[in-house]
T-cell receptor
Framework: KNEVEQSPQNLTAQEGEFITINCSYSVGISALHWLQQHPGGGIVSLFM???GKKKHGRLIATINIQEKHSSLHITASHPRDSAVYIC?????????????FGKGTKLSVKP | DVKVTQSSRYLVKRTGEKVFLECVQD?????MFWYRQDPGLGLRLIYFSYDVKMKEKGDIPEGYSVSREKKERFSLILESASTNQTSMYLC??????????????FGPGTRLTVT
């Protein structure tokens, strides 16, 4: 089974700060997902990446396949970025598209 | 835009009741998933389905069953609800991509309380 570890579990930042959330996994994967969950429950997919780096607005996701590690960065953080950020990978030997999820990082950005 | 809807946002049921949670997606996705989310445990897969009438157990299927009679609809059934099934339940769907990656689209969630 693929294990997914995220750090930190909780993160409080001041508006404008640069934020990094980390994700490590135990076995090789085809791709890694970063998801965002706002208070109220809805989850949206932010990134799906298998190598290198992807950028969308103020969000940047990077992955190092050899080190089995990914980071999610938020530049110029804003209170509306407050959410739980979840990393997910396919299970070892998995098929049909199911994922193993990290426990999430709860981010709170203060004005 | 992909839309995944769930029948209720909040639900309160009594111990022993039979509970149905419905999920509908409008993008003709083959794969559908039911998760539960608990504090400190993250999202855990209960069941998934990769075609009509097909289902596979996830990590925590005990106490649950599912039904997929139509492609767009995936139902989660609690045969006899218990207090330890109080949780947030999330449905998701995706296209099958055997070589990955598997982008999943989530519904808004149903917060179920069993008293």
């Amino acid at each position: 089974k693929n294990e997914v570890e995220q750090s930190p579990q909780n993160l409080t930042a001041q508006e404008g700060e640069f934020i990094t959330i980390n994700c490590s996994y135990s076995v090789g994967i085809s791709a890694l997902h970063w998801l965002q969950q706002h208070p109220g429950g809805g989850i949206v997919s932010l990134f799906m990446l298998s190598s290198g780096k992807k950028k969308h607005g103020r969000l940047i996701a990077t992955i190092n396949i050899q080190e089995k590690h990914s980071s999610l960065h938020i530049t110029a953080s804003h209170p509306r970025d407050s959410a739980v950020y979840i990393c997910a990978v396919p299970p070892l030997g998995g098929s049909q598209g199911n994922l193993i999820f990290g426990k999430g990082t709860k981010l709170s950005v203060k004005p | 835009d992909v839309k995944v809807t769930q029948s209720s946002r909040y639900l309160v049921k009594r111990t022993g009741e039979k509970v149905f949670l419905e999920c509908v997606q409008d993008m003709d996705h083959e794969n559908m998933f039911w998760y539960r989310q608990d504090p400190g445990l993250g999202l855990r897969l209960i069941y998934f389905s990769y075609d009509v009438k097909m289902k596979e157990k996830g990590d925590i299927p005990e106490g649950y069953s599912v039904s997929r009679e139509k492609k767009e609809r995936f139902s989660l059934i609690l045969e006899s609800a218990s207090t330890n099934q109080t949780s947030m339940y999330l449905c998701a769907s995706s296209f099958p991509q055997p070589e990955g990656p598997y982008e999943q689209y989530f519904g808004p969630g149903t917060r179920l309380t069993v008293t």
